[in-house]
């Protein structure tokens, strides 16, 4: 079992920064690919980016691509996503999670409670 909790959320101005962590605990998270989703409000869940275990692949949603860098510390078990020219339209819950390599939400065996990200214009 894996337990995540994402920090690092808040009020930013359009083309801002924000850096998001995701600790994991109950279970070392090397073995898993990690992800991003976002939800905003009225809206499904959407796909953000995500990091294969083995550090060799990584992929961003087509909206996030060039101002997103997903990184992750296998020694400290934290997943992290580095919010560069923020948006109002990146306003939303995010989410991480755990599961196999993959751009489907259904595909993560494990999520954490989110973390609210709200930009201003």
């Known amino acids: 079992q894996v337990q995540l909790a994402e920090s690092g959320g808040g009020l930013v101005q359009a083309g801002g920064s924000l850096r998001l962590s995701c600790a994991a605990s109950?279970?070392?998270?090397?073995?898993?690919?990690m992800a991003w989703f976002r939800q905003a409000p009225g809206k499904e869940r959407e796909f953000v980016s995500r990091l294969s275990w083995s550090l060799d692949y990584k992929d961003y949603a087509d909206s996030v691509k060039g101002r997103f860098t997903i990184s992750r510390d296998n020694a400290k078990n934290t997943v992290y996503l580095q919010m560069n020219s923020l948006k109002p339209e990146d306003t939303a819950v995010y989410y991480c999670a755990a599961g196999y390599y993959s751009g489907q939400s259904s595909d993560y065996l494990y999520w954490g409670q989110g973390t609210q990200v709200t930009v201003s214009s």
């Open positions: 109950g279970r070392a998270l090397s073995s898993y690919s």
